[in-house]
């Protein structure tokens, strides 16, 4: 950071211009007033010294407007130029201390992997700021302490705040969203409380609840297919409650695909959304890097491999935070079908994720996300619609789930009331049943898949008779959240 100097004799900072004739600023005075000759002392000490986690601040100022030139009077006002840097998920510096009046402008160079922003207590933004490009952001007369934050969606609570400081006073009543809106540093700077999901709602009118219904693996050993990352505001979550939600071609959870151990996947990711995005398959082995990078608004990158081994395998993007991308509806599965796999009478597939509701209609609460205290949690991204619109079955036939637990963050216990389970495979092995029939001599049985974030596997029963049978995650508590379907079985 560089201030020009008070007066024009004083010593000139590098690359600084005085421009006595520039009109002072409004509502500057006061403050400036107060500024006597100490200020420039001041100021330097300030400079000087780099506080406790505050990085060295680097600057420009190229303007000065000294409202004292004009005849006299006490009011004078400078224009502080900074420019910050972003390292991972924090401003450098993160803090900027200015000498009481003075007029800020901070430059974003956004150095970091991905798209970030910076907005200001009161509203002024650099606006989105691709990765690699810089804007600027006017944050007026400095005379107190002002917060700012990147908006995107869980930025803020991984620690990208930038505090400003007049005098070097970061005491008083600080200018932020949390004195603004009366609640923690969220995901953005327009959040409200957040909305109350209604766990009695019924499904809106035309909601049709993503398929459960899996398809066969298609012929033909090469996927190729293209992932449209897109947010898709008013996205039905659940409870009443529609949020914005970040996905894979238009759904949370994206695409299930489906293919055979050797087949060949070739997905062009396509980044039509606001901020960075992008993916990795757990269903292929690769170098990450290349593959697996952030991509700006705009661009597209192919990412290929090949099924080496069965299983239900997660895919999610992995643009930082990774909770948030993903507890924001950006999941999905690729199914590689274990060789020898039977056919049977009906196959779901069943997703478990959380959400994790801001405000109606707004984005992931990313303080929430970090907690692990979910509002609702899914099957394929709505809480209760398989309850409210049940999947279905007739007496006496085999059903095959695929479960995978997205998360981000909890795990899940599968079970299926009334039913217990004579085939479990779990994370590419038959636990019990398949070609081997494990468990069949001493007439095993399961009653419920355990799973941790990102692992899968699928098992099968045959349903006895005419029912509701309620398909579930035994851990209660995530049940009454939401995780829980009906298999409407009918003779
Ligand atoms: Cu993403």
Known sequence: MTDVPEKPSAPSAPGATSAPGAPSVPGASKAAGALPARALDRRGALLGVATAGAAAVVGTAIHAWDGASQGGATGSARTTEVTVTVEGMRFVPDTIDVAGGNR???????????VHDLVLAGGATTGRVAAGASARVDAGVITGPVEGWCSIAGHRAQGMVLRITADGQATGTAQSSQAATGHGAHGSASDGPSATPNLEAPLPDGFTPFD??????????????TFTVTEVPGAYVGAGVTQTRWTFNGTAPGPVLRGKVGDAFEITLVNNGSMSHSIDFHAGIVSPDAVMRSINPGESLVYSFTAEHAGIWLYHCSTAPMSVHLASGMHGVVIIDP?????????YVLIQSEIYLGPEGGQADAAKVSA????????NGVAFQYALQPLQARAGERVRFWVMDAGPSLPTSFHVVGLQFDTVFFEGAYQLGGPDGVGRSWRGGSQALGLQPAQGGFVEAVVPAAGSYAVVTHAFADMDKGAKAILKTSD
């Open 104 to 114: 800020l402008v901070i430059t974003l160079e956004n150095t970091g992997d991905q």
């Open 212 to 225: 459960a219904v899996l398809a066969p693996a298609p012929a033909g050993t090469v996927h190729q297919h």
């Open 339 to 347: 060789d020898g796999l039977d056919a049977v009478d009906r196959e």
């Open 372 to 379: 692990k205290t979910p509002d609702l949690m899914c099957f």
